[in-house]
């Protein structure tokens, strides 16, 4: 394994930590829900992992196993994701609705942060800041393959779900995972530059593209 960390190792945990802020999110929802906080988030952190401390990457990595200890950590942030998410839906099926409304916010969230630093003009621009953000398991899974990469139109199909398993381990419906992450997208997409638009041609294939 690596024992030094690179620009791709800071780039997932800054992802990781997105999602956790997510997680964030979705932990008032449950509470606004009326569900027991501290009795979920200590049965959920007992099964996955608590979420990550406050501190730089550098003073918690494994660094004889770099490549594992992130898998873990995207593993883990998701499967309490899941766990939650479960949570919420059991103690109210209507919840779905404000489920989607934090992931739709949380997309806008990103967008706005990306415009504080950079103009994005361009689909490619919008693609690769999306995948900034969203966690599709590690870089070497190759979840998705771009097909088409232009200014106007990036396309491309998902070839792997690494989601299936930690979703299904909860008992919830992966697609409900993916519905949830394509309003974010969507809501990302419109935020970041409204001249594009995020679009799912079936299951396995998405575009981003000028209206």
Same mark, same amino acid.
């Given at each position: 394994m690596s024992l030094f960390l690179g620009k791709i190792h800071y780039w997932l945990f800054n992802k990781i930590l997105w999602f956790e802020g997510l997680e964030e999110e979705i932990i008032k929802l449950a509470k &606004?829900?009326?569900?027991? /906080?501290?009795?979920l988030s200590s049965e959920i952190n007992l099964k996955y992992g608590e979420k990550l401390p406050n501190k730089k990457l550098e003073e918690?990595?494994?660094t004889n196993n770099i490549h594992g200890w992130l898998q873990s950590k995207i593993h883990s942030a998701e499967g309490r994701m899941a766990s939650w998410t479960k949570a919420i839906l059991e103690n109210d099926e209507n919840s779905l609705k404000k489920l989607e409304e934090v992931y739709i916010e949380q997309g806008i969230k990103a967008a706005k942060e990306v415009k504080e630093s950079k103009t994005i003009t361009n689909a490619s621009e919008i693609y690769y800041s999306v995948n900034d953000y969203i966690l599709d398991g590690m870089p070497c899974d190759r979840v998705n393959e771009v %097909? /088409? &990469?232009?200014?106007e139109k990036v396309e491309w199909k998902r070839r792997i779900c690494v989601h299936?398993? %930690?979703w299904g381990k909860e008992g919830i419906d992966v697609n409900t995972f993916y519905s949830l992450r394509s309003l974010w997208i969507k809501a990302f997409v419109n935020e970041v530059n409204n001249d594009f638009e995020y679009v799912e041609i079936d299951g396995e294939t998405m575009v981003i593209k000028k209206k």
């Open positions: &606004s829900e009326g569900l027991n /906080i501290e009795k918690m990595i494994d %097909i /088409i &990469s232009e200014d299936q398993d %930690i």
